[in-house]
């Protein structure tokens, strides 16, 4: 308790005995024990407090509602190739090569 041992409490209750007597001994126990609940409860708040303000400098994850329902990676769309074009020398051009095609007489 406070780091003080029983024998050290058990000093100072006597001394409190009779430097206050008997008489007013409740009155001031009450009054000490309610200045300690009022310090219990201060702690307490700041505790509180201190923890609130580091949960809200956090901040929340950027999630959608209907993620739950979707697929974690949807599947990517199939890749074609570009459309072929024909020039007017008659070479077939595509997006990966460039070939001549037959010129027939």
Do not use: C, H, Y
């Not at 219990?40 to 509602?65: A, K, Y």
Request: charged share 20%; hydrophobic share 40%; no cysteine.
């Amino acid at each position: 308790m406070l780091g003080m041992s029983w024998g050290e409490v058990l000093v100072i209750a006597i001394v409190a005995l009779v430097v206050i007597g008997p008489e007013k001994m409740p009155e001031v126990i009450r009054g000490v024990a309610k200045v300690v609940r009022q310090g219990q409860r201060l702690v307490n708040e700041m505790r509180d407090s201190i923890r609130l303000d580091e949960l809200e400098s956090m901040s929340p994850p950027q999630v959608r509602p209907t993620a739950i329902f979707e697929e974690p990676n949807p599947p990517a769309p199939p890749q074609t190739e570009a459309p072929t074009a024909v020039a007017k020398t008659g070479e077939t051009q595509s997006a990966d090569s460039t070939t001549k095609a037959p010129q027939g007489s």
